[in-house]
């Protein structure tokens, strides 16, 4: 049974037809994935059917009818639920108010508490998500904030429900848990929308397909099941597409790191951390959600306290303030996880986004900074990573999700560092992008960078990273030196994570 069909749906942005006669049907019943490359518009498409942004043409049928939402109000309230590719939960607010902000429970009058707690309570279980409901969601890391997106989306119990990469910056284990979900609620004959890069998770869940391309469907509603993994990709970037392959590097184990940490203890929670980054290594961190990777940069960027053991660069014993003491007195670059909301200036144009982390650097040279050399350098990067822009001067925050993280890599990289810290590099950027990241960082690497590397894409850590450390509960659990056989390297990475911590 259909529950809702988007039938040739316009919609134009200024210098953009970000949705060009794009059709698709939702059946209950159903996992249906929606595909495409950074800019195809399918973020576009969620946020007209949930009246968001209001189509140009086309229309929207839910049981049969036409509906027209005015607003993300009225489509939940026909039952449709949306997780959204941005995070939308109020700073202000706890967890279990944040998940039940459609419909808090009152009690005479009152917004009721110990409801409030319990009912939350049971959508986080029904994650197994080991959050506190009275926990501030600024408290939260970026993975479990998205976490709790997508228990505040269960928590409506549509009809049909639409997720746009839910799974972006969560790893496969907690992955597996919203599938479990999923595949309950499609049991129960709901119809969800899914949108993803990582296509291993696609084909797990997921049994129908539409693909963007440009703005334009290019397949509408075909079963997964007649296609393989490279017909889908070859559909999406519109020509055959190869597999990556990078050129041999080395690493020169004689030479001192250029990034040092020994017995590093953090003010939260890390314990005894040994870590070594030589010129022209990538090494990676991995570890579950929560193993404190993160956390582990930002402190070594000085926005968390060291309690003991010492930071050396390039031998010497530092103790880094801030991001810019960072990159102005010790040439480390840091591309955040968080790109929302540190990585990237929304309200600014990509150009100047591009430019900020040498505009200094020109400034204090030249006394200002000329806009011809500004706009070559973003020229270079907008090509490089193919960032899809209308024009240098589009702000930041009307990109695609994907093309904002290019612009945040891009302004490290202009910025001509010596340290990279990359935290989830790759996250919602699509296939032929990754490979075109990937490179990047290869390339960087290979010019006598140290490049610190965390990521939850084991397959994208098995590709880059020279060594493997792996984190649990704060502290290193031991190292895989990386021989790039994905099967035995991802094998003894979960076997790291979950052996027992040899007692000293
Ligand atoms: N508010 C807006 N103003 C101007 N242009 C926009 C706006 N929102 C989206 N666009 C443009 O519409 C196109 C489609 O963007 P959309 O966010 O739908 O892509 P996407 O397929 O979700 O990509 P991603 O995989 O990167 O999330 C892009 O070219 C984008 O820059
Ligand atoms: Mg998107």
């Given at each position: ?67 027209a ?8 309230a ?10 939308n939960?109020?700073?202000?607010f ?11 429970p009152t009690?005479?009058g009152?917004?009721?508490r ?17 959050i ?38 969560i790893?496969?284990n ?10 309950k609620?499609k ?20 049994d ?5 391309r440009?703005?334009s ?7 997964l099941?007649?296609l393989?993994?490279d017909?889908?990709v ?12 990078l050129?041999?590097?080395?690493v ?27 010129p ?6 991995y ?8 956390e582990?940069?930002?402190a ?20 880094i303030?801030?991001?810019r ?18 990585g990237v ?13 040498i505009?200094?650097?020109l400034s ?37 999700g ?16 010596e ?11 699509d ?6 990241f990937?490179?990047?960082?290869w ?13 939850s ?11 493997v ?13 990386n ?11 979960i ?8 007692v000293a």
């Amino acid at each position: 049974m259909t529950l809702f069909v988007a039938e040739r749906v316009d919609k134009l942005f200024p210098g953009v037809r970000a949705l060009d006669g794009v059709t698709l049907a939702l059946e209950a019943g159903s996992v249906h994935a929606l595909l495409g490359e950074n800019g195809a518009g399918k973020s576009t498409l969620i946020k007209v059917i949930t009246g968001l942004y209001r189509p140009d043409g086309g229309k929207l049928l839910l049981d049969g009818s036409e509906v027209a939402f005015g607003s993300p109000h009225e489509s939940a309230a026909a039952g449709i639920g949306v997780v959204h590719q941005e995070r939308n939960l109020i700073p202000g607010f706890t967890v279990g108010e944040n998940i039940l902000l459609q419909k808090l429970p009152t009690s005479r009058g009152l917004v009721d508490r110990a409801a409030i707690r319990s009912e939350a309570s049971r959508w986080l279980a029904e994650l197994d998500l080991d959050i506190d409901p009275d926990q501030p969601v600024t408290e939260l890391s970026v993975a479990q904030a998205q976490l709790v997106e997508i228990a505040k989306a269960l928590s409506v119990e549509s009809r049909v429900l639409l997720l746009d990469e839910p799974t972006a910056s969560i790893t496969p284990n907690e992955a597996d848990r919203l599938f479990r979900v999923v595949d309950k609620l499609k049991n129960d004959g709901r119809a969800v929308l899914f949108v993803s890069h990582k296509l291993e998770e696609v084909f797990q869940i997921c049994d129908t397909v539409t693909v963007l391309r440009d703005g334009s469907s290019v397949l509408e509603s075909g079963a997964l099941a007649d296609l393989t993994r490279d017909q889908v990709v070859d559909l999406m970037v519109g020509r055959v597409h190869e597999a990556l392959s990078l050129p041999p590097r080395t690493v020169d184990r004689s030479v001192d790191p250029l990034l040092e940490l020994s017995g590093v203890s953090t003010a939260t929670g890390h314990a005894d951390i040994d870590l070594a980054v030589r010129p022209g290594e990538i090494v990676g961190l991995y570890g579950l959600v929560g193993a404190g990777r993160s956390e582990l940069a930002k402190a070594l960027l000085g926005l968390d306290r060291i309690t003991a053991g010492e930071v050396r660069i390039r031998g010497r014993a530092v103790r880094i303030k801030n991001v810019r003491d960072a990159l102005r007195n010790h040439k480390i670059g840091y591309v955040t996880e968080n790109r929302k909301e540190e990585g990237v200036f929304l309200e600014q144009s990509v150009s100047r986004n591009i430019a900020v982390t040498i505009w200094d650097r020109l400034s204090k040279l030249l006394g200002y900074v000329p806009a011809k050399a500004e706009s070559a350098l973003v020229a270079r990067y907008v090509e490089q990573l193919g960032i899809r822009i209308a024009s240098p001067a589009q702000l930041a925050g009307t990109l695609s999700g994907g093309n904002q993280q290019k612009v945040s890599l891009a302004k490290w990289l202009a910025a001509q560092t010596e340290i990279l810290i990359i935290d989830e590099p790759t996250v919602g950027i699509d296939v032929r992008t990754k490979d075109a990241f990937h490179t990047l960082i290869w390339d960087l690497a290979a010019n006598g960078l140290a490049i610190l590397l965390i990521t939850s894409d084991l397959p994208e850590m098995i590709t880059l990273a020279d060594r493997v450390v792996v984190m649990r509960d704060h502290r290193v659990q031991g190292e895989v030196a990386n021989d790039h056989d994905y099967d035995r390297m991802s094998q003894q990475v979960i076997r790291l994570i979950h052996a027992e911590r040899a007692v000293a």
